[in-house]
Structure formats: C-alpha cells, structure tokens
C-alpha cells in the first residue's frame, strides 16, 4: 500500500514537499515513480528512483525544480518540489514499480507500476 501526502495550495515560485509512505511490502527491493494527472490530461511521469535511492529520474518538464529522494528506513519516498508554476497543478500519485532499478525509458511508463496510492492535489495559483 502506497499513501501520497503533502499536497496543497502554493503560489506560483513556491514550494511543497510531497511524502510517500509505504506499507506491506519490502520497500527496500522497490524503485518508486511519482506520477501526475492534470484534469482532462493523461497520467504523466514526473520523477522516479530507484530502490537504493542512488539513480533517480526526471521528466524535462520538471528537471531542476523537482528533487526524489527516500528514506528506507521510513519506508518514504520524497518529492520536493520548488519554483513551482501553474501548469504543475494536477493531482500527484506515487507507485511501485516492477522492480528494483528501471531501465532508462522505462521509468515513466504507468504500465511499469503494479501499485498505486490515492493522490494529492497540488494547485499553483496566485
């Protein structure tokens, strides 16, 4: 089981930290995507790292905004997210994928992940 938290309301430059806490499985053995759905748009991958925390993966929408880290000893991923813009705005999902380390490309695909959480609205509005 996956639960994504930390979502909210910021302005336009501002910041948010988005959590992913993970329960049920051994989390240590698992890379993580975050994903993210605007309304009326498809599921877009975002970022993604894999089970060591030591290679981790952007989209180029986001890439020097967004930071994926983890914890294993939390069972937590993290996604900070800075200089935030009003097209960031949609609801925010984490997942498991199929394995410990994705073969680049493959990461951002949802048909990759066998698990999902509920997601967190982020909205970026002045």
């Known amino acids: 089981q996956l639960q994504a938290s930390g979502g909210g309301l910021v302005q336009p430059g501002g910041s948010l930290r988005l959590s992913c806490a993970a329960s049920g499985f051994n989390f240590d053995n698992y890379a993580i995507g975050w994903f993210r759905q605007a309304p009326g748009k498809g599921r877009e991958g975002v970022s993604g790292i894999n089970s060591s925390g030591r290679r981790t993966f952007y989209s180029n929408s986001v890439k020097g905004r967004f930071k994926v880290s983890r914890e294993n000893a939390k069972d937590t991923v993290y996604l900070q997210m800075d200089s935030l813009k009003p097209e960031d705005t949609a609801v925010y999902f984490c997942?498991?994928?199929?394995?410990?380390?994705?073969?680049?490309?493959?990461?951002?695909?949802?048909?990759?992940?066998?698990?999902w959480g509920q997601g967190t609205q982020v909205t970026v509005s002045s």
């Open positions: 997942a498991r994928f199929l394995g410990s380390n994705p073969i680049t490309g493959t990461w951002a695909a949802p048909s990759q992940y066998d698990s």
